[in-house]
């Protein structure tokens, strides 16, 4: 059930040029939100009307939330200090749903990665597959995930083949070679949109089960105002209402390849 919470923040820290980690105390937010839902920050200016859309990461030890500095909202967020206080409309949106039984492939890149961080604090067991620009945006990644009980294996790749303990390129091309070496009850991805689409593709004609998630700009946030509507399979949905996590074949139908 959403609700706005007062919260005030813990740290808010660059872990990657322009690319921060923002914790606050949100104790209640901790226990009613799911891995894959969101939040609409208001912020606390005049300056800023609509509230900004930001994926929840983890709600352990208090609420996380990662952002990239991209324009004047997320830039003034980022100045704002430990005691500031925010306005946070959560938890929106469905999220994952956890029903595998057993190993889960968690596929993502970029910013993308942070709902995946709170599906591995919650689920059993996963293996991950980290993709990245380069080593700056993948090391913070590593190591949010390497610390959590449920993580068996991490690959890594970046665009420029910066991080030498991954490969070279993005995360659809090494996916075909992980899902034939072991066996996962399903793929769980989220980052951008031509990622997503070519790792459900995968997935799907592996006979996996595969849920996507959106990251979209968003206005209400409550599907009022379709800003965020797209195409599915069964006609145009609503990111914010309907999702933002789908299940694949909403968007891709195996029947065609
Ligand atoms: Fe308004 Fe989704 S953001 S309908």
């Known amino acids: 059930m959403k609700k706005i919470f007062e919260s005030e923040i813990k740290s808010n820290v660059e872990v990657a040029p322009n690319i921060f980690k923002l914790e606050v105390d949100a104790p209640e937010l901790s226990t009613l939100a799911m891995p894959g839902q969101f939040a609409q920050i208001k912020l606390p200016s005049n300056e800023f009307t609509l509230r900004r859309p930001l994926g929840i990461a983890s709600t352990i030890g208090g609420v996380k939330i990662f952002y990239r500095v991209v324009g004047r909202g997320t830039s003034f967020l980022s100045t704002l200090k430990a005691g500031s206080t925010l306005d946070i409309l959560a938890p929106l949106g469905n999220g994952f749903s956890m029903h595998a039984q057993s190993k889960v492939l968690l596929v993502g890149g970029g910013m993308g990665l942070a709902p995946l961080l709170s599906v591995a604090e919650k689920i059993r067991e996963a293996e991950v597959?980290?993709?990245?620009?380069?080593?700056?945006?993948?090391?913070?990644?590593?190591?949010?995930?390497?610390?959590?009980?449920?993580?068996?294996?991490?690959?890594?790749?970046?665009?420029d083949g910066s991080y030498h303990y991954g490969r070279k390129g993005f995360v659809t091309d090494y996916l075909p070679e992980i899902l034939t070496a072991?066996?996962?009850?399903?793929?769980?991805?989220?980052?951008?949109?031509?990622?997503?689409y070519g790792a459900a593709l995968e997935a799907v004609v592996n006979g996996l089960h595969c849920e996507i998630c959106f990251e979209r700009r968003m206005a209400c946030g409550l599907g009022a105002c379709m800003s965020c509507s797209i195409d599915t399979v069964n006609g145009r949905k609503k990111v914010c209402k309907d999702g933002p996590v789908f299940d694949a074949r909403e968007f891709i139908e195996p029947e065609k390849f």
């Open 182 to 196: 072991d066996k996962y009850s399903a793929v769980y991805t989220c980052g951008p949109d031509v990622m997503m």
């Open 129 to 159: 597959l980290i993709g990245g620009k380069n080593k700056a945006e993948v090391l913070f990644w590593i190591k949010e995930f390497s610390h959590l009980p449920s993580i068996d294996i991490i690959f890594v790749t970046t665009d």
